[in-house]
């Protein structure tokens, strides 16, 4: 069958349907207006990131000049203050506050280390630099403890500010890669994508500095695995169908999201997910789709709510005739991750999804993109891919 | 030969119960080890104890008593330590001559002292009885001389007599290798244990049998008394004696006696005394009181004992003064630290229920009653008149069918087992007979005869007997559901089988009413048909049947002569009939308010009551302004003269503020570490910062100010059940704990728990003790109590379960009174008394995890204030509105500042009622109260803050006038007849000298009038004076013995000893 298949031609044609079809209705989609009840966060230069802070400041002052009792409020992060937007297909935050006093136990340590952060994060803004979490926990391990105390703090810090992370100049570390037909500017140095070698080009976390010159991809694609990535980049797989290859080696992190956003807004082309078949791949996607809960403040600058899952689906598994050795038992933890999907909004709501996860979870079967490789390490490039993509076989 | 065989016969000989217990000490816990020391202190600081009790008991009696003990002071024990620390020694010496005494005795033997005993009259040759009166002589001195240091010190303060007081001392000596010799345990040493106690003493008589076995002042009756029997001192005599060879010192000397008798003795086998010097009449150094002294071998004292035991015993009798030197010379002085005895226990009659059937024979036995009622009602408690009836009713009842007799209206008829048995029918008629002319009432017996009259007779009979049989098959019923009621375990079947048991007892109740239905009904047939009868004449039967109609007549037995028949049947109604519980006036408990100030004092506590001292906030409000105002009024009245102005006059909200918080802030000023002004304008902050009503104000002032003042409280609750009864004795328990971090944690579970019964401490046994497994069986997790592996609360408490009562002595486990016997009801009642403390601990836990939650919040807080502002100053300071007018220092103070401002809590309903316990716990404080305001008006009068009292308005007002204000006007007067602290402005009163004070009549003793007495040239002892000077009290007595003394100190008069009396000249 896949002897059959390698011979014939691919015209890509849903695909390029699909980019037509974002060529005639794109223009209106880049506005983004938010629905009332959600809270506006903006993309800030630096001046007026500093002076957020000084107001933050002088509020403080205040309350302490006049009770003695400093407290901050921020929106709430908690999931019953995210909502679904339905008509951009974002996840934003609610306008739940919550106050951090100082003079409650629970709060005077989270009120302190914010405090902390943000005094880190404004000499950040008045030098001009840039620094990575890791970097704000080392600052101060015997304030935070973990990590995870400094991290939530730098998100709640973004919140506090009503800014994205960016504006912070807290970046994550670069963990995305990029190749294909695409040229860019990195501050003064032009980099073109399609001459990278066997190696992709690292996503910089500094985004603000970089410029998108032109491409003449017809497709992004954003691939989980590295490995599948290296396949492709081997294959020189741009080369013959123009596109743009993106990973970020699981989860889509702050900086491969942003720029896979800035591409999409820009480039206005068809972008696909190529994911594990498992609910893990999936979550994966959906958060390339609406953005992950924890982030959900800057939904609007990090999502990508025209992309697609392309695959690998659950039916594909026996469309594909993978055999019943590379698949894999689904484990408790995957079970319970796909009923929490199916419990989400915008799951319920595309039928197609719904039912590929129910599928799985009906047959209680996983497999990973690699499964492809059985039927031959080319097969992915030269037929699963191609014909996915004339066909119009995704979600 | 004969002699041979009478020997043989002989083979069970009878012993002595002395000759038994002197072998076997061990039972009363005289055995070598540290618990002996303990044994000794126990058993004579118990009869001490009594002696004390019973002495002031005796006196309270009488309306005018003026020697009974003086409490309304603190005993002023303060100069007491170094005063024994000299005499340590003497202590040398004493054996010294100890052994000198010894080998003088003859004691080379092994049987030393026995040889005595036994071999009296070869010992007691010419040559020896005149070396033994010089003997006797110096020993004599000798023992004064021990017994004067001993009590120099309190004599010195004049307490002697005054304060209820036991002193105990404990020598130690290395023991004389001879005696050591048999003995394997190493580390043997020699004691000597002295006791004295200014308790009631004993007369010459009780004297001569102190000391025998089972000879004892408290066992006749069950008494709540710490002795009963007489075993403890003969058996410690006879260890002592065991031991060392060395025989016992006794002087005593009660009130009636002018001189105190002093004797040395052995203790024999036979249950006697022998005498090594007879009791003398010495002069004594206390009015009344008795002392011992003895030596025994023991392994060497260590602490953790005897000083235990004293300790307790002191924290169960705060009543009177306990002084304990140990062999180390070390001194434990446990002053008295309440100002009443406890009453006297009332002598409990027994309890029917209590009584059992050897008990009743022996009171039937030695009954002088003439008839049986009369007997019940002197004998027992709860026995009316009607009860004794209803017995009586019962036991006839009873013996009519045991013995065959109805008892009828005007007669008795026979009760037949077949039918052809003659019916006889008895009664008394008045005939002429014997060797009077007068009628009288003779016993006749007749035989029915008429056929008709039989048949009718035997179908009752029959009946009654179908009846009888029925009773007895439910009585059968009934055992075996009570068996079945063991054997179940749910309580709702034990119930049910319980009703079934009630059902049965009814129709028991039924089948007996018919009987007596049956009864009536051969007695009307028997009265219709008169004339069917037969005198018989047959002597035999006519004696047989008087002899039984006596024995049916319960009624009208004699007590001392009852058949066996009718004792049965008599104890058999005895036991049968429900009775009320005894009287509850026969247990006396220390009682909880005692219990409580005793262990504040003891252990130091700080215990403040003043959340129940502040009460409703808006009713101190209103006395408040009531108070001000009528200053006020005064005032103007003093001023003006003018009532017309006196309408107008008004109290405005800050002189109320200045006042309150004035009083508040004194409640401070006795504690150094607290600084007062500060805490002046702390509350008046929080008025000033709160505009609000009134009383919202004045809440939050005094939530303020309470939690501030009982911060570091300790925790103590007494309780005391209700007298209950048990095995027709009453009882009343009750427990203190203590709750302080003072204390710590012990390691062992026995150092959390003391057990007392009648007051006294039970070291031993613990794990037997029906109190320890009630304690065990309280759930204390309930309470925030962790547990030790025996189910023990463990923390930092102390508690004291003290069980009381007559009923006790019945619950011991052994002779050695250690071990209280399981009870339910018993257990139960500690349980529920242990549970009331600990909800009481509960509230207590709660409310100091929640102000120390408080201050660990700000203290965590604070730490976070630096790095806090840290950050942002570096922020502001850069840029923003405020870069130029802010200071770290600053704003790092107006932080912490805010923290230390109370949290502002809405206001709860002031017009709610406090929880009942409260109030009752409210009610017990009164007095406690009543002196910490005193201290406020007091603080308020005395201190340097002179003008600020003139803010108060009344600046005219003498300054003890506002404290007698304060007292009637600002707290609420209340009343209470217990005095739990003595007010320490009365100590410092100048100490009344007892004597003079008290010597009211003639002749006044002046030490003119006493020189005038003696003479130059005669010795004359105490009686010769009193004889010359025509004293007749008592007193006056010890008053001229005193002053004598004095005059030889200064050197006025000549003193010379001579046995033991002491003699005086002029010089």
Request: aromatic share 8%; glycine share 4%; hydrophobic share 35%.
């Amino acid at each position: 069958m896949s002897k059959q298949k390698s011979k014939k031609e691919y015209d890509f044609k849903a695909a390029k349907e699909l980019y037509k079809e974002y060529l005639e209705i794109g223009e209106e989609k880049k506005k983004i207006t938010l629905p009332e009840g959600t809270v506006k966060i903006d993309d800030l230069n630096r001046r007026e990131a500093i002076k957020r802070i000084h107001d933050l400041a002088d509020d403080l002052i205040e309350k302490i000049l006049t009770t003695g009792k400093p407290s901050i409020e921020l929106p709430s992060r908690s999931s019953s203050n995210i909502i679904w937007d339905e008509k951009n297909d974002l996840l934003l935050l609610g306008q739940q506050i919550m106050q951090k006093q100082f003079h409650s136990l629970t709060s005077v340590v989270d009120i302190t280390r914010l405090i902390r952060v943000l005094e880190m994060v404004y000499s950040l803004l008045t030098e001009d630099i840039h620094t990575s979490k890791r970097d704000i926990f080392y600052n101060d391990v015997k304030l935070f403890g973990k990590q995870e105390a400094s991290d939530k703090c730098i998100e709640d810090v973004a919140t506090m500010l009503y800014t994205t992370r960016n504006s912070t100049h807290i970046v994550a570390n670069p963990r995305g890669g990029c190749v294909g037909r695409l040229r860019i500017r990195d501050k003064n140095d032009i980099i073109d994508l399609e001459t990278l070698g066997s190696g992709t080009w690292q996503i910089s976390p500094y985004l603000d500095q970089i410029e998108i010159l032109e491409s003449d991809a017809e497709f992004i694609l954003v691939i989980e695995k590295n490995a599948v990535m290296m396949r492709l980049t081997e294959d020189r797989f741009w080369r013959k169908h123009p596109c743009i290859l993106l990973t970020a080696q699981g989860v889509g992190n702050v900086a491969t999201r942003m720029f896979l956003k800035r591409l999409n807004k820009e480039l206005n082309l068809p972008t696909f997910t190529l994911v594990d078949s498992d609910p893990y791949g999936h979550y994966i996607h959906s958060v390339y789709l609406r953005g992950s809960k924890r982030l959900s403040y800057e939904t609007p600058f990090l999502a990508t709510p025209n992309i697609k899952l392309l695959g690998v689906l659950t039916k594909d598994l026996d469309e594909y005739n993978i055999p019943k050795l590379a698949r894999l038992p689904m484990k408790p933890l995957d079970i319970k991750r796909a009923k929490d999907l199916l419990k989400e909004d915008f799951v319920q709501k595309n039928k197609k999804w719904e039912k590929d996860i129910k599928m799985a979870l009906k047959d209680k079967v996983k497999a990973e993109i690699q499964a492809l490789s059985t039927h031959g390490f080319k097969f992915i490039t030269d037929e699963y891919l191609p014909e996915k993509l004339s066909t119009g076989d995704w979600i | 030969m004969c002699f041979k065989i009478k020997e043989e016969e002989d083979q069970i000989k009878q012993g002595t119960i002395a000759g038994f217990m002197r072998k076997r000490t061990q039972l009363v816990g005289f055995e070598f080890g540290y618990w002996k020391h303990t044994q000794y202190s126990a058993e004579f600081l118990d009869n001490a104890l009594d002696a004390i009790e019973a002495f002031q008991w005796e006196e309270l009696k009488k309306s005018d008593s003026q020697i009974k003990y003086t409490l309304d002071q603190d005993a002023n024990l303060e100069n007491l330590s170094n005063l024994w620390k000299k005499d340590f020694e003497k202590k040398d010496q004493n054996l010294e001559s100890d052994i000198k005494y010894r080998s003088n005795e003859t004691i080379n033997s092994e049987q030393h002292y026995r040889a005595l005993i036994d071999d009296n009259e070869k010992v007691e040759t010419e040559k020896l009885s005149k070396k033994k009166e010089e003997i006797e002589e110096l020993e004599v001195t000798h023992i004064i001389n021990d017994l004067e240091t001993l009590l120099a010190p309190l004599n010195n303060l004049n307490i002697i007599d005054k304060e209820p007081v036991v002193i105990i001392r404990l020598n130690e000596s290395e023991a004389h290798s001879l005696l050591t010799g048999e003995i394997d345990a190493k580390n043997i040493m020699s004691y000597q244990f002295e006791i004295f106690d200014n308790g009631q003493g004993m007369s010459k008589i009780d004297l001569r049998k102190y000391g025998k076995y089972l000879a004892s002042s408290k066992s006749s009756e069950l008494k709540q008394t710490r002795g009963s029997q007489g075993f403890g001192a003969p058996s410690a005599f006879s260890d002592a004696q065991n031991t060392t060879g060395k025989p016992v010192i006794v002087i005593s000397k009660n009130i009636d006696h002018l001189y105190a008798s002093a004797s040395e003795f052995f203790t024999t086998s036979k249950n006697e005394k022998k005498y090594v010097i007879h009791p003398t009449e010495i002069d004594s150094p206390f009015l009344h009181g008795t002392y011992i002294k003895l030596n025994y071998l023991n392994i060497k004292y260590i602490r953790g004992y005897v000083d235990t035991y004293i300790q307790q015993t002191a924290l169960m009798n705060p009543h009177v003064t306990l002084i304990f030197i140990d062999p180390n010379n070390e001194e434990y002085i446990y002053p008295r630290k309440v100002s009443s005895f406890p009453s006297q226990p009332k002598y409990a009659k027994p309890h029917p229920s209590s009584t059992n059937i050897g008990d009743l024979q022996d009171l039937l036995a030695k009954s002088e009653n003439n008839s049986l009622i009369s007997f019940f009602k002197e004998n027992f408690v709860r026995m009316s008149n009607k009860i004794a009836k209803d017995v009586l009713n019962l036991a006839e009842n009873d013996l009519q069918d045991n013995l065959n007799l109805f008892v009828l209206e005007n007669g008795y008829i026979n009760k037949n087992k077949s039918s052809d048995e003659p019916i006889y029918f008895i009664r008394f008629e008045k005939r002429i007979y014997g060797k009077s002319s007068k009628p009288r009432d003779k016993i006749i017996v007749y035989e029915i005869i008429s056929d008709n009259l039989k048949r009718i007779y035997w179908e009752t009979i029959l009946e009654y007997n179908k009846n009888h049989s029925e009773i007895e098959k439910i009585y059968k019923k009934i055992k075996k559901k009570k068996d079945k009621i063991q054997n179940t375990d749910t309580k709702k079947e034990i119930s049910k089988i319980k009703s079934e048991i009630k059902n049965y007892n009814q129709a028991i109740e039924k089948y007996k009413k018919e009987k007596e239905l049956l009864k009536r009904k051969i007695e009307s047939v028997l009265k219709l048909n008169n004339i069917d009868f037969k005198e018989i004449k047959n002597k035999k039967i006519t004696e047989k049947y008087s002899d039984l109609v006596k024995e049916v007549k319960i009624s009208e037995a004699k007590p001392e002569s009852l058949t066996n028949n009718q004792f049965n049947s008599l104890f058999l109604a005895f036991k049968s009939i429900k009775y009320m519980a005894p009287p509850t006036d026969t247990v006396v408990p220390v009682g909880d308010i005692v219990l409580e100030n005793t262990l504040i004092k003891e252990l130091d506590l700080r215990v403040s009551e003043n959340l129940d001292d502040f009460g409703n906030v808006s009713q101190k409000l209103i006395q408040t302004s009531k108070y001000l105002l009528e200053q006020k009024k005064e005032l103007i009245k003093k001023e003006k003269n003018n009532n017309d102005a006196l309408e107008d006059i008004k109290i405005n909200d800050s002189e109320i503020k200045d006042f309150s918080s004035k009083i508040l802030s004194s409640f401070f000023l006795n504690n150094t570490s607290f600084e007062p002004e500060n805490y002046l304008k702390n509350i008046r902050d929080i008025l000033d910062s709160n505009e609000k009503s009134e009383k919202v104000l004045y809440q939050d002032v005094f939530e303020y100010f309470i939690e501030n003042f009982t911060r570091e409280d300790d925790f103590v609750a007494a309780e005391t059940r209700d007298p209950t009864s048990g095995k027709g004795l009453a009882y009343v328990v009750e427990a203190v704990m203590a709750y302080s971090n003072k204390l710590g944690i012990p390691k062992r579970s026995r150092d959390v728990l003391s057990r007392f019964v009648n007051r006294t401490p039970k070291l031993r046994d613990t794990a037997d003790c029906a109190i320890t497994k009630a304690v065990q069986s309280v759930n204390w997790k309930n309470y925030k109590l962790e547990l030790f592996e025996n189910n023990l609360p463990k923390g930092p408490i102390q508690l004291l379960v003290n069980v009381s009562g007559p009923y006790v002595h019945l619950m011991f486990k052994s002779q050695s009174k250690n071990a209280l016997a399981d009870d339910e009801r018993l257990i139960s009642e500690i349980k529920y008394c242990l549970e009331a403390i600990g909800r009481r601990l509960r509230i207590y836990l709660n409310r100091r995890a929640k102000i120390h939650s408080k201050e660990k919040r700000a203290n965590l807080i604070e730490k976070y204030i630096p790095p806090f502002i840290e950050s942002l100053y570096n922020i502001a300071s850069k840029g923003g509105k405020f870069k130029d007018q802010i200071s770290l220092k600053n704003l790092e103070n107006l932080m912490i500042e805010a923290i230390k401002k109370p949290i502002l809590q809405p206001t709860k309903s002031l017009t709610s009622e406090p929880p009942k316990e409260k109030v009752l716990k409210t009610e017990k404080l009164k007095e406690e109260e009543l002196i910490e305001t005193s201290v406020i008006g007091s603080v308020i009068s005395s201190e340097k803050e002179a003008q600020e009292i003139k803010t108060l308005s009344v600046p005219k007002v003498e300054r003890s006038e506002i404290k007698d204000e304060i007292h009637t006007t600002f707290i609420t007067h209340r009343k209470s007849s217990y005095t739990p602290k003595p007010i320490k402005k009365e100590v410092s009163k100048p100490k009344p000298q007892l004597i003079k004070s008290k010597q009211t009549q003639l002749p006044i003793l002046t030490t003119e009038v006493i020189m005038n007495a003696l003479d130059r040239n005669e010795w004359q002892n105490m009686k010769h004076l009193i004889f010359k000077l025509r004293i007749k009290d008592m007193l006056d007595a010890r008053l001229l013995q005193v002053k004598l003394k004095e005059l030889e100190k200064k050197g006025s008069v000549f003193g010379m000893i001579q046995k033991g009396k002491h003699f005086w000249k002029l010089k």
